[in-house]
């Protein structure tokens, strides 16, 4: 059993990085922001309560991202363990997690707020199949449609540069204090987020000695210690 919880500022790469570990490891990815995104496509409830603070790139109020995270983890079926992306998000979602879950490692993703300000705005989503492209390094084919659908290409409502910059101050005043708490606690392993997504990829298993991409086969541990 894996559990693991990926942090890093917007646009480090976390969910794209959670999604491979995910895959290779049979881990359940948990990100929050999906879920949000999930009611507001579908106009839940839940939706209508988190559109607008979404959008503004504010945090969505600790009570409710707690009861989202522990209906997932608990209703949920891991048996190999998960990996949570984009939770905690500050001191009072970190004592909660830490109250309730013991995890295996912490992942933190490292990038200069310039490289993630020019990758945000740079990122488009399909309106139809939700695959990400970035117009620096991951194109689609032909501008504007996704290449595996059709599909319109849009930013996320949340990619603006006024959502951005509340984002980037959120993160530096509230998340990097728990990245201190965890660090007493959890073993943290400190990513240069700044290289290849295979490049990250590989140094995430090295740090938390897990096998390699292709070679399933090897021992791996917990990375403590
Ligand atoms: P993300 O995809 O992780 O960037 O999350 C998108 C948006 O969902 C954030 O800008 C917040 O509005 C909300 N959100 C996601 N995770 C959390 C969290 N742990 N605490 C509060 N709001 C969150």
């Not at 707690?66 to 939770?87: A, C, K, P, Q, T």
């Not at 991951?138 to 290449?147: Q, W």
Request: proline share 4%.
């Amino acid at each position: 059993m894996r559990k693991y919880v990926i942090m890093g500022i917007q646009g480090s790469g976390k969910g794209t990085q959670a999604k491979l570990m995910a895959a290779d490891f049979n881990l359940t990815h948990i990100s929050v922001g999906d879920i949000f995104r999930w009611h507001v496509e579908q106009h839940t409830k839940i939706g209508a309560q988190v559109k607008r603070i979404m959008a503004l790139g504010e945090l969505v109020d600790d009570e409710l991202v707690e009861s989202i995270v522990r209906e997932r983890l608990h209703g949920h079926d891991w048996n190999f363990g998960f990996v949570v992306d984009g939770f905690p998000r500050n001191i009072r979602q970190a004592e909660f997690f830490l109250e309730s879950f013991d995890i295996d490692g912490v992942i933190l993703l490292e990038m200069p707020d310039e490289m993630v300000a020019e990758r945000v705005l740079a990122r488009r989503i399909c309106s139809n199949c939700g695959l990400d492209y970035n117009l620096l390094g991951n194109r689609p084919a032909r501008p504007g449609i996704c290449d595996a659908c059709g599909g319109r290409l849009e930013p996320r409502a949340d990619d603006t540069p006024e959502a951005l910059a509340a984002r980037l101050r959120d993160y530096h005043e509230k998340t990097q204090p728990i990245i201190e708490l965890f660090e007493r606690k959890e073993f943290v392993a400190r990513i240069d987020a700044t290289h290849s997504i295979e490049d990250v990829q590989a140094d995430i298993r090295r740090r938390l000695r897990l096998p390699a991409a292709g070679d399933k086969t090897a021992e791996a541990d917990t990375g403590r210690g």
